[in-house]
């Protein structure tokens, strides 16, 4: 870690020791406090999660403290919930993240080539995951879609793409990783950019094998790039909405009934706020513990990083 | 062959698939927004067709010709509202975020790292979350569909995502430069004004473009929170599904023009995206 | 200025006992020519309702502001508009909003309690949520009172099955406009549901158009069979209320089946009888056999561009969808739109509706001046403009149907349609029991419909599982 040693000018001796404790707090707060006015409607949001809360039958609104948890967790269709999601996020973030790294490693030498192409693959990024879903809808009808007929092509009639239980999740999957590729892309050729020269030019003088180069020093020191782009990306599936949303809306049957498309049926449709909120907090709870252990491994390889310097 | 041309027709072999994987759909997309409505819905598609600028000009000039006669078309006013949320959201953003992630990278501060945490960990409320209470008391706060309102929900995209990025970038940075600015008698201030933050140009600019982006794709806060005069393009586009059909080459239209205020903010900030994402970097 | 002659005449256009042809006409013979006929009418339709007693001016230099979502008939009301603003004084903004989205806005915008949305569209089912949440206004009040309601705006004229199916009393399970009903929302457009076929592609297989679901199943899939690309029949098959409401629950009717019944005063799922599970066997070999490949994503979008892209034969869905598809596509001029009584045994249609409707928020701070606006675009007036000059299809009310404009209209360039209606209207009404948990059980109906489609699980068993489900949510409500 960049150790920091607080250069007392002349100017701030004057002020006191006191200002300088302050200044960090006095810089981050105003960004926390901006947050933590969002933080309200957390609070109400579990309080709405403890109660029996239907807006269709207003007189039995009342508190039934785990109530919707328990409710949940006998029902089995929560549970699917679950497997699902995590399924879904495992898919996305696996793929991703391998494919990822494959384009960064193509892209890594600096020329034109590379650079123009590194800007063009932006363009999937810059579409909304809605609009971007409703593309891919379009170019899969199975009447005038464009890969429809390209897959027929090939041999293979009468793709379902998102109709069928056995292809639904292929497919969202595949909008995701168009989608969101790029994104993992450009921070792990970041990383790789970014990597110092000295042990890459000691292996190569030293003639060791590119996979082992790869796999044994590539790999660890991308680590940190890794796991941020994981983190993101892993925080985004687990709440995935717009694109599922969009393509099926959780179908068809209960293939693709993930958190936030089931906790929304409940709230907008369904007008169970009490339900909803009860689903959204689990999820928030699975999410914040993925985290914090994502986050304890970034922060212990940085540190081995640094102290490697 | 020699094994260096024959690993490099394999490299460009792949990055050709890659290419074509990310592009078509948006070439055949750039496609359909110049075809009518017939030819998309032809059976089986073809290459061939007489081009139109009839969708681009129906969104521009925001009159639409259907069967049913001629309706209005709201699209530039969503894009203009895209714009404008997603840049307010960033500006804010980095307002709020680059101070805070240069205390993070430049004091040790008890709570420090709880801080900096609990800022990240906004990211993992699920909208829905956020919005079960938020549509109902928004009202009561008085900040339901005004540009404020949203601009402030926004921060729960923006916030963390510049601040974990330019964090990591601050802390990249030798403070060796600023110390000896600072000794020169300079305040904290100007040494984070004219020495890090310049220094710190491409991780502020990556983190910045990325935040845009993000903004940008957002759907449902607009949605619930706000009336049809701030919805972004994300809404918007939806509205060429009626009930009397659907304008394919409308809608594809529409998602061309949505793309290009962002690719316009890529084309400018590119030279440090990839530069600006490097976190923490270690110096050999 | 006019005589009472003219005014008499006039009065009796708008009220649909005369055409315009006629009306020109009998003014001509009272010296009036036919330009200032035109005038007259123009200026006089502000009035008709204005005559009827309410002081409407009584909100002037006002505002309200609607709530609205993007459909022709918004697009037809918009038209007419101007109208209104001269006859109140009242200025009118509305907000669209896509309708992919629509429902969910307005359930956050009345779960939001704000009061920026005086009055807006919605469905009947909406309004089995929206009225139980006490968020929106019981209309009755408002109807029967001669102070905000003009004498002529002829309730009665509204279908009566259309006028009972907006209205009910909360209690799970009574039924739709009886004793008790409050009147939560007024027709304003609607759609019932039959088949409308391509006579281009029956007529080139050799096919007559089906007269029952045996025969619909039997001809679609031998549509489909035929190898040409297109298949036999488009129905929705998303997952949501959508695809259990149109053409399957107007079968389902018609085979005497319901959805629920009601026993010792609660609830009881009634779609895993003996008669129902057949049915379900038979409408998902039709989808299977000559149904869309796409099913499970198929909403009314995907059926109508079908139809209308030549890529299906036949629709068993709303009116309107087909009404729509005749014209400016591929197939425009081909369709033709016929009664449909899925049971064999029956001799009549029962088809479900969909009654685009009109509702006024609890809290509006502008409650009589809303409905004022919704008396204006329901009255008899506004419903016959709509139906004429735009395309506010089907009308509500009884006359407009009568109006010879619009019959010719139909006849012209929409073959069979006003046939279909007439054999229809009787029995048409919302067969759905009206419960507060619609939107669950509509959607979990449709998705295992979904799952016994893909033969995930067997018909028998999918049906069972759903009513134990059913009854399991029914019974932690307490109805």
Redesign the interface.
Known sequence: ??D????M????KRRGISFQ?A???L??L???L??I??L???V??II?SLQRY?????D?RAFIWFGNFVSLAKDPAFWHTVVVSLEYTALTVGVELLLGL??AL??EKRNWVNDA???????????????AA??????T??????LS?LVSLAGVQ?F??????DSAMFTVVLVDT?VY???IT??L???L???????FEAAELDGVPRTFVFFRITLP?LT??IL?ASL?RM?DSM?Q??IIYS????????TLTV??VQ???E???????GR??AL??V??AI??AL?TVF?KNWLKL?AR??G?? | MSKGLLRRVIRGGLLLVVVLFFLFPMFWVLLMSFQTNQDILRTPPSLTFTPTISNYVALISGEIQTSVGTLPVYYMKNLWNSAFLSACAVAMSLVLGVPAAYAFARFKFRLGEDIAFTLLSFRFAPPILVLLPLQLYFQDIGLYDTYLGLVWVYQLITLPLILWIVRGYFEDISPDIEHAYRLDGHSWFRSMWKIAIPLARPGIAAAGLLAFIFAWNSFIFALVLGSSDVQPVTVGSLAFMTASGIQYGTIAASLVLSVIPTLVLALYTQRYLVEGLSLGAVKG | MSSRKQKDLIEAYYQNKIGRRELIQRMAKIGVGAAATGFLLNATATRTLAAGGPDFKKFKGKSIKLLMNKHPYLDALVKNLDNFKSMTGLNVTYDVFPEDVYFDKVTTALASKGSQYDAFMTGAYQTWKYGPARQIVDLNQFIKDPKVTSASYNWNDVTTGLRASDAWDGKAGSELGGPGAKQWAIPWGFELNNIAYNKRILGELGIEPPKNLPDLIEKAAKVSAAGKGYYGVGVRGSRSWATIHPGFLSAYANYGQKDFVVKGGKLKPAMNTKESKEFHKMWIDMIQRGGPKNWPTYTWYEVGNDLGAGNSAMIFDADILGYFQNSGTKEAGNLVYLPFAANPSADKPTPNVWIWSLAMSQFSKMKEAAWFFIQWATGTENCTFGAVNADLVDPVRDSVWKVPEFQTRLEKSYPGYLNQFQKSIGQSKIYFTPQQLFPEFTTDWAAMLQQMYAKQIPVDEGLDKLAAGLERKLREVGI
Request: aromatic content about 14%.
């Open positions: 870690m960049a920091v040693e607080i250069a000018s002349a100017g701030a404790r200044l960090p707090y810089l981050s105003p960004a926390l901006v947050c006015g969002i309200i409607p957390f109400t949001a709405y239907n807006l269709a039958f207003p039995s494959g384009i193509l892209l192409i590194s800007v063009l693959l932006i363009l999937p990024l810059m579409v909304a995951p809605a609009i409703l593309m891919w809808k379009l170019m009808n199975p009447n005038f879609g464009v007929y009468d379902k793409w998102g109709s069928s239980p168009w590729t790029p994104f450009i921070l050729l970041a990383g950019r970014a990597l110092p020269k000295q042990p020191m940190p790039y941020t993101f925080l709440q909405f717009d393509m099926t809306q959780g179908g068809p049957g209960d958190f936030q906790a929304y049926l709230a907008f449709s369904f007008s169970n706020i909803s909120a959204v907090i999820l928030w999410t914040y985290s986050i940085r990083a640094h490697a310097t």
